[in-house]
């Protein structure tokens, strides 16, 4: 393993009651790095983020390697998670409204993480760091809202106080998963300077869950594209938008929105479009998932799974035409 891979994930598979909605996840983090797990509903991106925090629902089998600093995180009991899960690894989670317990204050909420994951004793100190991390935030008068409840705060002030909570056990990774999709327009570019912010300051990696193409290239350093429970293609986030390896990378930012000026006719063209359907977790494929939808499609791509092709600057692809498309 290279010295600064932080998060290596290796052949991730999950099974939940029949369905496989990961399919050999190959993933990689750099220390101090940002990466962005872009996808469809249904792709698999949210489930990444839960099989890192060991939060997989009941019945769920995980498969491969998730190597944490070289330590595999799918091996560890629940006890060895503890010590790991808010510590050295936190996350926020996609709506605050929920994730905020609603009925205790936030100040209660906070002095908690800060009393069991860093074991500080002293009240006076626990509140102290408290507020300076509801000022850091950027919440208004942090005094004051520290015997708020959450729902006496707003949706953006909600989820500055869920940044908060994951920040207080000071973690080397944060997860963020759609972090801003249930917040304003206006809102959600306050959480994403925010975030961008923070992790420079504190020197932190981050994985930021999204299926907005534009958010993801805004925060992240590295992009990682996922269709249907696989990581089709990862690589530097200038390079997979400029210059995209994987077939459905390519149709993906095709069907973008763009300003495309009318024709004189008053006509707009067409957004492109990937025929066909998102096969289902249930299905058994063996080929590449990508395979029915593919405008270079070969017969080989439906009976022998693409494996990793690893190119320069650390850009990956499954695809079996892999650098020549």
């Not at 220390?31 to 019945?59: D, Q």
């Not at 209660?108 to 074991?119: A, P």
């Not at 990682?224 to 390896?245: H, L």
Request: proline letters at 6%; charged letters at 25%.
């Amino acid at each position: 393993m290279l010295d600064d891979r932080m998060l290596d994930i290796r052949g991730l598979t999950l099974d939940i009651h029949g369905a496989r909605p990961l399919r050999e996840i190959d993933l990689v983090l750099k220390k101090g790095k940002s990466l962005g797990v872009v996808g469809e509903s249904g792709s698999g991106k949210s489930l990444t983020a839960l099989s890192i925090m060991g939060l997989l629902p009941n019945g769920a089998v995980a498969q491969g390697q998730a190597l944490w600093k070289g330590r595999d995180l799918l091996a560890l009991t629940e006890d060895q998670y503890r010590t790991i899960r808010g510590r050295e690894i936190a996350m926020i989670f996609q709506d605050p409204m929920s994730s905020l317990n609603p009925s205790f204050t936030v100040g209660f909420q906070i002095d908690e993480v800060l009393k069991i994951k860093m074991g500080i004793r002293n009240a006076a100190e626990r509140r102290a760091r408290g507020l300076s991390l509801l000022k850091e935030v950027g919440i208004p008068a942090p005094e004051e809202r520290w015997n708020s409840y959450p729902h006496q705060m707003s949706g953006g002030m909600s989820q500055r106080v869920s940044i908060a909570m994951a920040l207080a056990s000071e973690p080397e990774l944060l997860i963020a998963d759609e972090p801003t999709t249930a917040l304003d327009v206006t809102v959600q570019a306050q959480i994403l300077e925010l975030l961008r912010r923070l992790i420079h300051e504190r020197h932190m990696s981050m994985i930021f869950v999204t299926h907005d193409l534009a958010v993801a290239a805004k925060v992240c350093d590295e992009i990682a594209v996922f269709y249907a429970g696989v990581a089709v293609e990862q690589g530097p986030s200038e390079m997979v938008f400029e210059t995209p390896r994987h077939p459905y990378t390519q149709a993906l930012l095709r069907a973008r929105p763009t300003k495309i000026q009318a024709s004189s006719e008053g006509r707009r063209p067409r957004l492109a479009a990937i025929p066909g359907s998102v096969p289902r977790s249930t299905e058994q494929i063996a080929g590449c998932v990508f395979a029915s939808r593919c405008e270079k499609v070969m017969e080989s791509c439906f009976t022998k799974r693409p494996p990793v092709a690893e190119g320069a600057n650390s850009r990956k692809s499954r695809c079996l035409l892999q650098g020549d498309q």
